[in-house]
């Protein structure tokens, strides 16, 4: 880590001669002596008014940390800060002036090699009578050394579970609660440290407890309602968590207070599904003429789907319980779409005796270049 005495660029001097704090790698390492370096961070001693926090905030790429800011060239002129003041990694760094930055989140914590504190693997047994109560886990502040909590909804997404109050390094947070991040590694590109560049495919996004999705948007950077407070649920009901797919997840969780002790109880209104759905990430592009197409997965019993997805634009999509093929299902448009135009789709579909809340988008072009 190299520091220098004089301002840095971002301490808004205005100057274009002052020195920007940074981390880069070197393309292939220097060799001093017995030492080799890969990589450096360079930041200012002389903070003034901006505290430490991009000291630390540049220190945790060397540790492995990604920004969770968009990182942008100079022509971005959106206004999403990630996951803003939830993390030293985002914005989080310039709290309190910099002199209280926020502690780095799960996820975070993760990267740097301190893997989650507490994995919940929310599964019953096949026969189960629906609703299924699940586990209920006490959760303590992150400032005290509480948990980060943990839950697989698909093989590149996680939700991460923790709770916050304004104390130590967390008090100049708006306010205090149980922070819910949505992680997907399906997003982002890791290797250049572009991971939260794009909101509408985020790999970090704050799941707000007032449904507001205003830092998803850049309305702002957090605020004290995004936090879920004893009473308030989230998953299948409460605040609705989908997967990438658009795919409800099978669960809720419940924040109660017990003696003062915060818990957060789980349960699934209909047990484990016997079946899993793939269908595009992000939303489907699709020419006039072409079906939507889903997938089930593991289908021993050649199980069909039905049901109807109703689009914003007046048009459905039925799926007929009809389908020859095991594992492909494919549902058909009552009209063919306007070219350019884009529609969401939400609605119900059973498969088998597993019935899966569906909400995703359909864009119509006129071309697709074809693949390389």
Not at 126 to 137: L, V, Y
Not at 197 to 226: F, H
Not at 357 to 369: A, E
Request: charged share 20%; glycine share 12%; with cysteine.
């Amino acid at each position: 880590m190299i520091l220098h005495s004089t301002f840095a660029q971002e301490q808004g001097s205005g100057s274009s001669n002052r020195i920007w704090s940074h981390f880069t790698s070197f393309s292939e390492p220097l060799d001093k002596g017995d030492s080799t370096f890969e990589h450096y961070t360079m930041s200012s001693m002389r903070h003034g008014e901006n505290g430490f926090g991009t000291i630390v905030h540049e220190m945790m790429h060397q540790f492995g940390a990604f920004d969770l800011y968009p990182v942008h060239d100079s022509g971005y002129s959106g206004s999403w800060k990630g996951i803003g003041v939830w993390d030293i990694m985002a914005s989080g760094n310039w709290n309190g002036g910099g002199d209280s930055p926020s502690l780095p989140t799960g996820p975070t914590m993760a990267a740097v090699g301190h893997d989650a504190t507490q994995e919940v693997v929310l599964a019953w047994p096949e026969n189960a009578a629906s609703p299924c109560i699940g586990p209920t886990i006490s959760i303590d502040s992150r400032a005290q050394g509480g948990d980060r909590v943990r839950i697989q909804i698909s093989p590149t997404e996680n939700v991460w579970i923790e709770k916050r109050t304004q104390s130590g390094y967390d008090e100049s947070l708006p306010g205090e609660g149980i922070l819910v991040l949505l992680e997907d590694w399906a997003a982002g590109d890791s290797a250049h440290n572009a991971m939260n560049i794009d909101q509408r495919r985020p790999y970090l996004q704050t799941i707000e407890a007032d449904g507001n999705q205003e830092q998803l948007k850049g309305i702002n950077d957090g605020v004290a309602s995004d936090l879920f407070q004893p009473g308030d649920e989230f998953g299948e009901q409460g605040i609705l968590i989908r997967d990438h797919d658009g795919v409800l997840v099978p669960w809720h969780a419940r924040i109660v207070e017990n003696q003062g002790q915060w818990e957060i109880e789980f349960h699934s209104m209909n047990c484990s599904p016997t079946l899993d759905i793939e269908l595009d990430n992000f939303g489907y592009t699709l020419l006039q003429e072409e079906f939507f197409e889903m997938e089930v997965l593991e289908n021993r019993n050649g199980d069909s789907c039905w049901g109807t997805l109703n689009g914003t634009d007046g048009r459905s999509i039925a799926f007929a319980n009809n389908t020859n093929a095991a594992s492909k299902q494919v549902g058909a448009f009552s009209s063919i779409g306007m070219i350019d135009s884009t529609a969401t789709f939400s609605g119900h579909i059973q498969c088998g005796n597993d019935v899966f809340d569906i909400k995703t988008t359909v864009t119509t072009v006129g071309t697709i270049p074809l693949g390389e």
